[in-house]
């Protein structure tokens, strides 16, 4: 079945610094969906993306569906001790159906 | 706008005792609903998902049930709890198969 790879698994940054995360399939998306897990609650979505190349941002976060739709980016800037949780990527293909979702990053911020 | 909860936010139960875990999602109708199982390994493991009112499609093969009673009532059974069967429990809805999922605050089950 559909997979999908997501990296890093795990990151430590200090406060201020930028962050990048990734996801990969192994077969075409058409939807692309980033959620943020705080510790004890479900995930929230964070940024939705529906088109091949689009770039969306929500505050200091972006994220760009890849042009080959078989992957999608995201980046926190000036990371702050609240962006701490797990991010989990989230894709459907073209037949539509259920979410296939990263095994999630998991993001410390030191201050 | 629309809201989901789920109960109990945590539940420690014996080996062998049963389990019921509910879910409503107000302000829609039709919902697509799902259960999802967060290990400590932290990857969402979908469980059940339900397209409509007794409709059930299970994912895996395990020791729990659900049931969709009523439109929006989604509820996740087991009759004799198991020790694997702790973890994190967690409900989400979504509109159609177009759009994402919200998920509900979640349940931490502990078998002991």
């Known amino acids: 079945g559909q997979q999908l790879n997501q990296s890093p698994q795990s990151m430590f940054i200090q406060e201020g610094e930028d962050v990048s995360m990734n996801c990969t399939s192994s077969s075409i998306f058409n939807t692309w969906l980033w959620y943020k897990q705080d510790p004890g609650e479900g995930p929230v979505l964070l940024i939705a993306?529906?088109?091949?190349?689009e770039l969306t941002s929500n505050g200091r976060l972006t994220a760009q569906f890849g042009i080959t739709r078989k992957d999608s980016f995201l980046n926190i800037s000036a990371s702050i001790p609240s962006d701490v949780g797990i991010y989990f990527c989230?894709?459907?293909?073209?037949?539509?159906?259920?979410?296939?979702f990263g095994q999630g990053t998991e993001l410390s911020v030191k201050p | 706008s629309q809201t989901i909860h789920q109960w109990p936010a945590t539940l420690v139960q014996p080996v062998g005792s049963p389990l019921s875990l509910e879910c409503t999602v107000e302000?829609?109708?039709?919902?697509?609903l799902y259960w999802y199982r967060q290990a400590a390994g932290r990857g969402l493991q979908l469980l059940f998902y339900s397209v409509g009112i007794g409709q059930i499609s299970s994912e895996v093969p395990q020791n729990l049930s659900a049931s969709r009673p009523q439109d929006r009532q989604f509820i996740l059974s087991s009759k004799k709890l198991l020790l694997s069967d702790s973890g994190f429990y967690l409900c989400?809805?979504?509109?159609?198969?177009?759009?994402?999922?919200?998920f509900g605050s979640g349940t931490r089950l502990t078998v002991v």
């Open positions: 989230a894709g459907r293909g073209n037949q539509g159906g259920k979410l296939i």
């Open positions: 302000g829609t109708s039709n919902p697509n």
């Open positions: 989400a809805w979504s509109l159609d198969r177009h759009y994402g999922y919200t």
């Open positions: 993306l529906y088109k091949a190349g």
